[in-house]
């Protein structure tokens, strides 16, 4: 059964990138069976989807944050990974990597969750 | 501001039957599946419905999904203390980008 880990920084300075990865268990992020999803959440608030990577490295972004977001893919590590740039108190948030099914469209498992603070 | 509308709260008491709106536009319920996660205190978000009224494997049958042009339900049947969470709707919306749109959450209680 794949499982999904978020790691990183839990504190960032304001104006600095944010730098999160997923490691993926139990099965090859190369697979083809998936895309690989970024999904975030601020305290107390809604889910908002960030960016989807396929291991051919294509990409799809949210608009709202596209100019900010990288997401990237390592099939040597299994993992994939999430940078957003110029970050501000706003983007404080848990996020998610998340598995999206190839054939489902379904964000069918999540990771347990990062809990990143944008503070000086 | 989210892109599809959820009532922020709903509640039924133990065996009743309760549902769950989310609206939407042509751009995403009207024209792509819809999706709903539950959501327990402190956990992660967990698939509930997909492609509209499909149910994975391990989720009880309490729990069904419909659509209707640009807006969609989620019905929980027979209502237990262990369903009370938050409910998330989502589908892909194509006004832009193609791009994952949720909606605003509804927290369920179970009184």
């Known amino acids: 059964q794949v499982q999904l880990q978020e790691s990183g920084p839990g504190l960032v300075k304001p104006s600095q990138t944010l730098s999160l990865t997923c490691t993926v268990s139990?099965?090859?992020?190369?697979?083809?069976?998936?895309?690989w999803s970024w999904i975030r959440q601020p305290a107390g608030k809604g889910l908002e989807w960030i960016g989807r990577?396929?291991?051919?490295?294509?990409?799809n972004y949210n608009p709202s944050l596209k100019s900010r977001v990288t997401i990237s893919v390592d099939t040597s590590k299994n993992q994939f990974s999430l940078k957003l740039s110029s970050v501000t108190a706003a983007d404080t948030a848990v996020y998610y990597c998340?598995?999206?099914?190839?054939?489902?469209?379904?964000?069918?498992?999540w990771g347990q969750g990062t809990m990143v603070t944008v503070s000086s | 501001q989210s892109v599809l509308t959820q009532p922020p709260s709903a509640s039924g008491t133990p065996g009743q039957r309760v549902t769950i709106s989310c609206s939407g536009s042509?751009?995403?319920?009207?024209?792509?599946?819809v999706y709903w996660y539950q959501q327990l205190p402190g956990t992660a978000p967990k698939l509930l419905i997909y492609?509209?009224?499909q149910r994975p494997s391990g989720v009880p049958d309490r729990f069904s999904g419909s659509k209707s042009g640009t807006s969609a339900s989620l019905a929980i049947s027979g209502l237990r203390s262990e369903d009370e969470a938050d409910y998330y709707c989502?589908?892909?919306?194509?006004?832009?980008?193609?791009?994952?749109?949720f909606g605003g959450g509804t927290k369920l209680t179970v009184l």
């Open positions: 989502a589908a892909w919306d194509d006004s832009l980008s193609a791009y994952v749109v």
């Open positions: 990577i396929y291991t051919s490295g294509s990409t």
């Open positions: 492609r509209n009224n």
């Open positions: 042509s751009s995403n319920i009207g024209s792509n599946y």
């Open positions: 139990g099965g090859s992020i190369s697979s083809g069976s998936y895309y």
């Open positions: 998340a598995s999206t099914d190839w054939v489902t469209g379904a964000f069918d498992i």
